[in-house]
């Protein structure tokens, strides 16, 4: 494996679509968590690497630090999907009639209410 200088690495993946640094992102995240579960034991080491598994480690660092910083002045590549503006008004519409409903019901209940009383008070002798 050969190491490069972060400038360098920058360099040769300048060109790439956003996808492509989208999938060398997941390359290197993937690549820096395996190196540290290495270095805790819960996988193994390559055996007398060459970089050594610390040097791979400190230059993916460094490597996705270029990235990152490549990513964020190009993230307006990235398509981002338009929310479809149909199932926002059905939403919309859908709570606007929750709301309606429950205001008639809420209407009822207090025409239902306001005759128990009037019942009530001609009941009890009050009218």
Do not use: F
């Not at 190009?74 to 929750?98: F, H, N, T, V, Y």
């Amino acid at each position: 494996m050969t190491m490069i200088s972060p400038y360098s690495y920058a360099k040769s993946i300048g060109k790439s679509t956003y996808d492509e640094l989208i999938q060398e992102r997941d390359r290197l995240i993937d690549s820096i968590l395996s190196l540290e579960a290495a270095a805790k034991g819960v996988l193994p080491g390559r055996e007398q690497a060459c970089p050594s598994d610390q040097t791979v480690y400190s230059c993916n660092l460094q490597y996705l630090a270029e990235l990152m910083k490549m990513m964020a002045t190009r993230c307006k590549e990235l398509e981002w999907a338009e929310p479809e503006l149909d199932a926002m008004e059905s939403a919309c519409e859908g709570r606007q009639k929750a709301i309606l409903v429950r205001e008639k019901v809420d209407d009822e209940r207090m025409r239902v209410l306001a005759e128990e009383h009037r019942y009530n008070q001609i009941l009890g002798g009050q009218l």
